[in-house]
């Protein structure tokens, strides 16, 4: 039934879900599905939700309302739900939007096939109950050439108390460190040369796997991982992503100094400068400790760019302690913060309390984070003015089909005069002319492309 029929996948939320997308269109291309663009002409449509926010919820069941009303027409069309959104409600998504054929949460992604083939005997199938994730045989159709996702470890284990994660994506499952490495080779072999190593609590990496080195110290850690991974052939930068704060260790630091080609970029959220909010949220450090944290980073490796995510009017917070906040922005200096006002999701502790802040204050402590956001990340791209920074080129520039774009190792976005088809994959030397606050633009600095390990880098 599969033979000819064409899928489209739409995906919300983070890179995990991005990751997860990517293995599912695997699934169904091997099923024998070719691509559709347009989603309301395709023969199966699959939504990969968020609900980290109201706001992302709200999202797909307006992109749901059109698709039922096409499935009333077309009994022929599958509609499937996935990622967290599937995962949090469940059977209620049948209720709401009964057109549904499936239901499938994060951690039944590699089953997409066998769901599917429930579906097509005539079930309308909710795919939820917790499952030991096993290793994926199929393979990812992933949407860059250049740059691509490794998961390291599923789920989470931390219960900050606002946040709907440890629910919707279940326990931590780590990898093995061969199926890792695996991976990333296979990449390499195919033309790869960036990898970004996922995971919502990165630094959880290998507590779940077995392994202690005579000097009693766990193996298999995330720094440990770096090592291991870090000669794969072709791939030449590797970048890591969420840093916890409570798990963060200066080895990692050591070994982002000293291997090349893990890139001078660290993500780190702190979610809030004050003590008392942060143990509310169930964060486990304090801000001297964040800040020692960011010390150790700047002191190992000076220049690296330093991103974050935070939360704005958590419930109780007091307008000091959203100075804290502001604070600790002000003295670190971020070259970017994912910011977002408090949302109380279901099912976590926060959302029950009854302190909570009224709509305007989220709006004005968001605005007000927002507001030193841009001026940090513009003075932080300003220190890139007239530096050679070396690019990974991903694509033509959207809004300019004679540049070319890429990022530097901290991140940037970088866009620069250059033809793609010669460029793209290429590590180019590339002197920066114009400074803006999330990119920059420049000019390359001599044709040929040179190996990033000899270019200019802060290690
Ligand atoms: N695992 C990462 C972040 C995962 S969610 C970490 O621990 O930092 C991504 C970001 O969404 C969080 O860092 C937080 O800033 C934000 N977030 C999560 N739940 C939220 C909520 N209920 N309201 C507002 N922002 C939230
Ligand atoms: Fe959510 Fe906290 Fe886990 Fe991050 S560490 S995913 S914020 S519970
Ligand atoms: Fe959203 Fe799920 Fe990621 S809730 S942020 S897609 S883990």
Redesign the pocket.
């Known amino acids: 039934m599969s033979e000819s029929r064409r899928y489209h996948v739409t995906t919300f939320g ?1 890179q995990m879900n991005k990751a997860d997308s990517e293995r599912m269109a695997g699934i169904l291309e091997n099923m024998g599905m070719s691509w559709e663009e347009d989603p309301l002409a395709a023969d199966v449509v699959l939504y990969n939700t968020c609900t ?2 109201d706001s992302a919820e709200q999202k797909v069941y307006s992109y749901l309302g059109k698709q039922a009303k096409r499935k009333r027409k077309n009994p022929n069309l599958t509609l499937v739900v996935a990622g967290c959104v599937a995962q949090q409600e469940g059977e209620n998504l049948l209720r709401r939007v009964p057109e549904l054929d499936l239901v499938m949460g994060p951690q039944h992604a590699n089953q997409l096939e066998s769901l599917l083939a429930q579906v097509d005997q005539g079930n309308q199938v909710v795919a939820t109950e917790p499952v030991h994730i096993m290793e994926d045989i199929t393979k990812p159709r992933r949407d860059s050439q250049v740059t691509a996702w490794v998961n390291v470890i599923y789920g ?1 284990n ?1 219960r ?1 108390t ?4 440890p629910g919707v994506r279940g326990v931590e499952q780590s990898r093995t460190p061969a199926a890792i490495r695996a991976e990333m080779v296979e990449l390499g072999q195919q033309g790869y040369k960036e990898v970004t190593l996922l995971g ?2 990165i630094d959880a990496y290998g507590r779940d796997l077995p392994g202690i080195t005579p000097e009693g110290r766990r193996e298999n850690t995330l720094t440990d991982l770096l090592y291991f991974v870090h000669d794969v052939p072709g791939i030449e930068r590797i970048r890591f992503a ?1 840093s ?1 704060p409570r798990y963060f260790t200066e080895r990692l630091v050591k070994a982002c100094a000293e291997l090349p080609k893990v890139c001078e970029h660290f993500h780190i ?1 702190f ?1 809030s400068g004050d003590n008392e909010v942060l143990k509310a949220m169930g964060r486990g450090y304090t801000h001297e400790k964040y800040r020692r944290i960011i010390d150790t980073v700047r002191r190992y490796v000076p220049d690296a760019s330093i991103s974050a ?3 704005a009017a958590f419930p109780g917070e007091t307008d000091a302690q959203f100075q804290s906040t502001l604070k600790l922005m002000e003295d670190i200096v971020f070259d970017m913060v ?1 910011t ?4 109380p ?1 279901p099912g976590t502790p926060a959302a029950e309390w009854a302190n909570q802040l009224n709509e305007a204050t989220k709006q004005d402590r968001l605005q007000q984070l927002n507001h030193l956001v841009s001026q940090q990340a513009e003075v932080r791209s300003q220190r890139y003015l007239g530096r050679t920074e070396t690019v990974l080129v991903e694509a033509v520039n959207p809004r300019d089909p004679a540049q070319v774009m890429g990022r530097t190792r901290g991140n940037r976005l970088t866009f620069f005069p250059g033809d793609i088809s010669a460029l793209k994959g290429q590590i180019v030397p590339v002197r920066i002319t114009e400074t803006r606050a999330f990119s920059l633009t420049g000019a390359v600095l001599e044709q040929a492309a040179i190996k990033e390990r000899i270019g200019v880098s802060a290690c």
Do not use: G, L, M
């Open positions: 983070c980290i926010r989470c931390e900050c606002y946040c709907v994660v919502q609590n969420t916890h959220p979610q995510d935070a939360i994912n977002a006002a408090y949302s999701r």
